[in-house]
C-alpha cells in the first residue's frame, strides 16, 4: 500500500487542444530577446532587499552583460523602489540601446504612480498584470471572467489616460495574465485580446504578451503547448512579441523557457542564477550558456562567470549551490575515477588541436576557459579517484608526466591516503605524496657519496662510465665501484655488488620541468626484481643521468 497516495486531493493539469503540435522538431537557432527581472522580481524575493547604490551597481552589471530590456523595480511598492527609478533617469544610467521595464498591478493608484516615476525616460515598458486563475478569481477576488478582464482593460486605459501623446510613444506595454500556467488557455487569450484592444497599438509598434509558469505546475511539454496555442491563435501574431516568465516549482524552469522557444516564443525573463520566490526564476545565465554549448550566440556576456558570480553574492547576499550548472564551484570537477581519466585524455589530446577545433572533451559539456574557469579545478582527488587523476593534478600543477604505466601505483598510494584522511586531497598534498613516497624515500637503500667518469676505448666509437661510490643497503654501508655503457648501466653493474636484489630495467621514461637555470630532470624507472615483483621509482636531478640512478635507488626503496 502507497504511503503517499495524493488521488483525490492533486489533479494534473487539464490537457491544451493543441493538434499536430510543431515546437517538438524545432531547434534553437538564435538567442532571444533576454529581460533580466533581478532588480524586481528577485530583489523581492531577498531576505534584505537591496538598497538603492547597490541596485545602480547591479544595473551597471546587467548592462554591462548585455542585457537590453531591464525590470528595475515596481515603483509604486516602495518609496527605495520609486527613488532608484528616478535616479536611474535624472543621473542618465540608462544607455541608449537599453530599455528600463516596470511593472504594476492593474489598479488606478499604482498606475499613476508608476507612470510619474517614468517621467524624462527615452523609452519604457510598463508591465502590468492581474491574476487570472480559476483560485484567483475564486478566493483572492471572488469575481467572474469578465469582472477579471475589466481589471485589466480599466489598466490599461489608466495607462493611456496617463500619458501625453509624445510619453505614449516613449511607452510600450507588457501585459501579463499572472498565474497563466493555471489559467484556461482560452481564457487566457480572451483577457490578452481585450488588453491588446484597449490599449490600441501604434503604427509599427508591437505589445509584449508575457506568459507566465507564476506557479510552474505541469511538466515542460504541456508549457510548451499553452504557449504554441496562444501563438498559433492570439490574432495579429506579427504584432505580438511572447514572453516567458518561468518559474521552478518543479525544478524545471529551465526545461520550460526552452521548450516555450521552441514553440514560439520571442523573448525570456529571467534572473542570474534563478533567484526569485519560493524555488526561483529561470535562472538565465543557465540558458543562455545551454544555447552556447549548442553552438548559438546567445548575445550576453558570461565570459568571466565566476567574477559575475562573486558580484551577484555581494549585491544579493544569496549564495551559488556548488552544483549549479556552468559556475558552482564543484561543475568542473570530476572525483570518479573513470571520469577523471576521460577527461585527462581527452584534455591532453586537445592541446595538440588548434584552439577552434571541435569541442568534444568527455564529461565537459563546454571548455571552462570559454566562461573565465580554469582547468585546474576539473580533477580533484578523494578515495574514489581512480589511477588517472592523480596523474593529472601532477602533471597539470606541477608539470611531472607520470608513465601511464605507473599511474596504478600513483593511484593506489593517493586513493589509500584519501581514504584515511576520508576527504579531499588538495593538489599541493598530493605532491607532497608523491615527494614522499618516491623522490624522498630512503628506507633501504641511500647514497652516500658518488663519482663517475668517462673512459674512451680504443675505438671512436667506444666509451664506457667508470662509477665509484659509497651506498647504505638497509643500514650496512658498502663501496661500490663497476663500469658500464652509462652512469645508469654503471650504477646498476656496480649496485649488484651489495645484498640489494638483483633486478632487469623494465621501463624508463624521462622529462624536464622548467627553463634555463631552473630546469630540473624527472626519471622514471620500473625494475622487476628477482622474485618477479614490479617497482617503480622516480628520480630528480639537475642531469638525466643522475636522475636516472635516484630512480633505480626510489624503486628499491619501495620493496
Request: proline share 6%; charged share 25%.
Given at each position: 500500500m502507497?504511503?503517499?497516495?495524493?488521488?483525490?486531493?492533486?489533479?494534473?493539469?487539464?490537457d491544451i487542444p493543441l493538434e499536430h503540435r510543431e515546437w517538438p522538431s524545432r531547434h534553437i537557432t538564435k538567442a532571444p530577446l533576454w529581460c533580466s527581472v533581478d532588480l524586481r522580481d528577485g530583489n523581492q524575493a531577498l531576505v534584505n532587499p537591496m538598497g538603492i547604490e547597490t541596485k545602480l551597481a547591479f544595473f551597471d552589471l546587467l548592462v554591462k552583460l548585455g542585457f537590453k530590456e531591464v525590470e528595475v523595480g515596481f515603483p509604486a511598492a516602495s518609496d527605495t523602489e520609486y527613488e532608484f527609478i528616478r535616479r536611474l533617469i535624472e543621473e542618465n544610467h540608462i544607455p541608449d540601446d537599453v530599455t528600463i521595464q516596470v511593472l504594476c498591478q492593474a489598479?488606478?493608484?499604482l498606475v499613476k504612480k508608476t507612470v510619474k516615476s517614468l517621467e524624462g525616460v527615452s523609452k519604457a515598458i510598463f508591465h502590468i498584470y492581474n491574476s487570472t486563475s480559476p483560485a484567483q478569481r475564486k478566493y483572492t477576488f471572488g469575481m467572474s471572467k469578465d469582472e477579471i478582464t475589466k481589471i485589466a482593460v480599466d489598466g490599461v486605459e489608466c495607462i493611456k489616460g496617463c500619458l501625453s501623446e509624445e510619453e505614449r510613444r516613449k511607452i510600450r506595454i507588457e501585459y501579463s495574465p499572472e498565474s497563466f500556467s493555471m489559467t484556461e488557455i482560452d481564457y487566457a487569450l480572451e483577457i490578452c485580446e481585450a488588453v491588446k484592444g484597449a490599449w490600441g497599438l501604434l503604427p509599427g509598434e508591437k505589445i509584449i504578451m508575457n506568459l507566465p509558469t507564476t506557479v510552474e505546475c505541469s511538466s515542460p511539454n504541456v508549457y510548451a503547448d499553452q504557449v504554441e496555442y496562444f501563438s498559433r491563435h492570439i490574432s495579429e501574431r506579427?504584432?505580438?512579441?511572447?514572453?516567458?516568465?518561468?518559474?521552478?516549482d518543479r525544478g524545471t524552469g529551465v526545461a520550460s523557457a526552452e521548450l516555450g522557444l521552441l514553440a514560439g516564443a520571442d523573448r525570456v525573463e529571467?534572473?542570474?542564477?534563478?533567484?526569485?520566490?519560493?524555488?526561483?526564476?529561470l535562472d538565465i545565465v543557465n540558458v543562455a550558456l545551454n544555447m552556447f554549448s549548442q553552438g548559438v550566440d546567445?548575445?550576453?556576456?558570461?565570459?568571466d562567470i565566476t567574477a559575475i558570480a562573486e558580484q551577484y553574492k555581494e549585491f544579493t547576499g544569496m549564495e551559488i549551490f556548488p552544483r549549479t550548472p556552468y559556475v558552482g564551484d564543484l561543475v568542473f570537477t570530476a572525483f570518479s575515477g573513470s571520469h577523471q581519466d576521460a577527461i585527462r585524455k581527452g584534455m591532453a589530446a586537445r592541446a595538440k588541436m588548434d584552439s577552434d577545433a571541435l569541442w568534444d572533451v568527455p564529461y565537459l559539456l563546454i571548455d571552462p576557459h570559454d566562461i573565465g574557469r580554469q582547468y585546474e579545478g576539473i580533477i580533484r582527488i578523494n578515495s574514489q579517484s581512480g589511477k588517472g587523476g592523480a596523474a593529472f593534478i601532477l602533471e597539470q600543477d606541477y608539470g611531472l608526466s607520470v608513465p601511464k604505466a605507473m599511474h596504478p601505483a600513483l593511484g593506489a598510494v593517493v586513493k589509500a591516503a584519501a581514504d584515511e584522511a576520508q576527504r579531499e586531497l588538495k593538489p599541493a598534498e598530493i605532491y607532497a605524496l608523491f615527494e614522499r613516497?618516491?623522490?624522498k624515500n630512503r628506507k633501504n637503500l641511500s647514497i652516500v657519496d658518488l663519482a663517475q667518469t668517462q673512459v674512451e676505448g680504443k675505438e671512436a666509437a667506444e666509451e664506457t662510465t667508470m662509477c665509484r661510490g659509497v651506498v647504505v643497503w638497509q643500514g650496512t654501508q658498502y663501496t661500490i665501484g663497476d663500469k658500464g655503457n652509462g652512469p645508469l648501466d654503471a650504477f646498476c653493474n656496480a649496485l649488484s655488488k651489495t645484498p640489494a636484489p638483483r633486478f632487469s630495467t623494465t621501463a624508463f621514461h624521462e622529462h624536464s620541468v622548467g627553463t634555463g637555470n631552473d630546469t630540473s630532470a624527472y626519471a622514471y624507472i620500473q625494475l622487476t626484481v628477482e622474485d618477479g615483483r614490479q617497482l617503480w621509482g622516480v628520480g630528480k636531478s639537475t642531469s638525466v643521468g643522475r636522475a636516472g640512478i635516484e630512480a633505480v635507488v626510489s624503486a628499491l626503496n619501495q620493496l
Open positions: 502507497s504511503v503517499m497516495n495524493p488521488k483525490g486531493k492533486y489533479a494534473p493539469i487539464a489598479r488606478e493608484q506579427d504584432k505580438v512579441i511572447l514572453s516567458t516568465h518561468c518559474h521552478n529571467g534572473c542570474l542564477f534563478g533567484n526569485g520566490e519560493r524555488t526561483g526564476n546567445p548575445e550576453l556576456d558570461f565570459r613516497i618516491w623522490l
